[in-house]
């Protein structure tokens, strides 16, 4: 009985769907597990080998928490807008919606093949409309909400106009904008309705609001930060510049703290956790005023370090900050215009990333020290941003190396601040010594010196105490077409929200993809599109986030009518147990989905504060490219050893036609046209190729289909393959030339249910010792490692338990059975069919029990004592345990094997180490 892979791997995939085997709903009589991947964005190439590594991971565990006894969620779906998608449409004209159906449904064929045990009745695409109708939902719970500080959390925004009716803006403590104004409950309800409109805008969580963004003209949209690299796009390595736009907001930053609180309470990757506080940038200080010379205007500044206010010797304002155009005088007009449209052609990213370049220019203006009366001048430069703070910083050079490099450069002054200060490259304002020429705090130390200075600032009304928050509100607007449309209408200017009977607001047909000849968003291209026949709708649509940022409760409930999620469902899945996704999401996804999270649950429609209890990065798979060599000028290519004898030229060839760094030349010949006529210089009669280790790329013909190693070794081969390359956070190269020792390994583990003819044996017969003891072992190991997520060693302990096995010529049915519930997570396919041949009729592998790990199977009674004369291991002898000393001493002595090595002498000292070893001196 052969082991038939691809029939055995086809016939339960179809069994599984048939039954639904992996379908799951709420069972109160078995604790829950909530396992998710981070959903893949369905691109036209399909799944490589280093995209299902996570998933793999995930389906082991899902499948061995089932086997424990939880009721397991294990979902999948497609984040399926995108630009990808939109960008292919431009340039053929084809809906994204029929690319985008395409791309997914030859996702999910792959997806099947490798034998994922996902429900598949809660798959979902965020670009259905029965699914962003939901999205649309939230966004509408956002816009009518705000967050009061007093009860830390958000409500309705009906909460607020009650208190504005009651008592205008008196005692309200909320997250609002910073030029937001103070009023009576009179004059609150002396406001028109526009008025009125205008001053919630400014509370509620999702806002219209003009902002600085990455502008990329070629693609016609806002980019966020980590779509710019290096001042161009990340897709289509496009120009991107930095422009004014009105654009619709979410203020995440009211939940700044909260945010970074709940990152204690949470298991996920240290590093994951360091990335996030860093870009919350949580900092304790205070907000001090300059007034302005000539202007009744004053500059705004965020400092953690009021100390050093002495040292104030420039300010320095961004590029973009406000009172620029003001301030500048008319003979440094030009110069500030041109460093401002220099400025733009850089993303934040770079300009926060470049500590090295100073530049900048002055507007002519000065600014007065608030406590030293100073007269200061006021320059712009790029490496201050007006989002964050408040666009300006007070230059202290002496105590910052950037301000210092700055000052020598532009030639300004620098003014010593504590008597033990040394002012050079590396400069540091720290806290020790006492300061000097302030004639306000000189003498003092640190603490005492903040605490005047405070006290001062506040009492004048110059400056207060403040915390600050580096974390900017998220733009969350795209002037694309393939993204969710904005549930939004325009009357007199001003945003009002669609009735909510009337969502799904659906995505309308256009004729091109692209933006208007007058420069709006290519929805502004649907004719006749208006709300109720009359309103102008919104014309940007959401960001690619949105639909990721609340997923995993539609997964709880995902054919819902009626609600995005029900209350049942939240109550019993409550959150993700454990969630597998790419590190490359720190700092998007998982801080905007913990947020969404954050509003759902102060709005009472979840009940938990975090989603996601424990997150785990895979690693990358890396590709390992191969290389041959053609000589300069000909089509001839020299094999990897010979090529330092000739004048060659490195060049990518496709790795499914090399094996074992061998190429198949006749293949070869017919991957290029150019090829056909090749010659080739060969050592020991093969051409063999270069290697190296890369990212897997199409570019570097190192992309190794999934489907090409099944069709050769099967799924549960790839699975487990996939999973022997090493840890799974870390990186590794994949090398198809190690997967075929994974391949013998399961024919090995097949042929240990057969017998000599080929046949199915299993015997009822008592296991002996050590067969229980290889079962117990493997029970123990992978039990471990799945808890731990070492998931490669496991795949080694199976190799060493069937090796064992084969070795006992075991065939025992008390054996075999309990190893093949083990194996199951791993490899799933061979798992059925040879559960289906031990249990013919008994339903599904996956609904075993995992069997219980007895440690008495791994006590040993016996033990192979060394036998070390003069400090010499001679021999070994097999004593009982259960032997005191002086017995073990007696058996070693009257042994043959011992007696050999004694040649008829007497030992002079003989020590027993009990269970370690026998030492001899003669």
Known sequence: MEYKFREIEQKWQKYWAENHTYKVDINLNKPKYYVLDMFPYPSGAGLHVGHPLGYIASDIFSRFKRLKGFNVLHPMGYDAFGLPAEQYAIQTGQHPAITTDQNTKRYREQLDRIGFAYDWSRELRTCDADYYKWTQWIF??????????ETDKAEPINVLVAKFENNGTNGVKAACDEDTRSFTAAEWNAMSEDEQQKELLKYRLTYLSESVVNWCPALGT?????????????RGGHPVEQKKMSQWSMRISAYAERLLQGLDNIDWPEPIREMQRNWIGKSVGALLKFNLEKFEDKIEVFTTRLDTVFGVTFLVLAPEHELVDKLTTPEHKAEIEAYINKTKQKSERDRMADVKTVSGAFTGAFAINPLSGEKVPVWIADYVLA?????????????????????????????QILDSQVIDETADATKEGKYVNSGLIDGMDYAEAMKTLVHKIEAEGTGKAKTNYRMRDAIFARQRYWGEPVPVYFKNGLPYLIDESDL??????IDKYLPTETGEPPLARAAGWKYKGEFEYEHSTMPGWAGSSWYWYRYMDAKNDSSFVSKEATDYWKDVDLYIGGS?????????????????????????????????????????????YRIIGTNKFVSYGLRKDYDTQPLHVDVNIVHNDVLDLEKFKKSIPDYANAEFVLEDGKYICGHEVEKMSKSKYNVVSPDDIIEQYGADTLRMYEMFLGPLE???PWNTNGISGVYNFLRKFWNLFLDEKGEVSVTNEEPSKAELKALHKIIQKVEEDVTRFSFNTSVSSYMICVNELTALKCNKRAILEPLVITICPYAPHIAEELWSILNP???SVIDAVYPEFKPEHLVEDAFDYPISINGKVKTKLNVSLALEPADVEKLVLESSDVKKYLDGKTPKKVIVVKGRIVNMVI
């Open 140 to 149: 509408m719970q956002l816009f009518d909400a705000w967050y009061n500080f």
């Open 222 to 234: 806002v980019l966020a930060n980590d779509e710019v690299i290096g001042g161009f796009s990340e």
């Open 387 to 415: 989002g964050y703070g408040t666009g300006a910083v007070m230059a202290v050079p002496s105590g910052d190396e950037r301000d210092y490099r700055f000052a020598q450069h532009f030639n300004l002054p620098i003014v």
């Open 504 to 509: 799904p607001l659906i995505l309308p047909e």
């Open 584 to 628: 490359e999401h720190a700092t998007g996804h998982l801080l905007y989905s913990r947020f969404w999270n954050k509003v759902l649950k102060d709005l009472g429609y979840v009940q938990e504060e975090e989603p996601f209890k424990k997150l785990i990065n895979q690693g990358m798979i890396q590709g390992r490219s191969n290389f041959v």
């Open 730 to 732: 870390q990186s590794k």
């Open 841 to 843: 009729g008994k339903g």
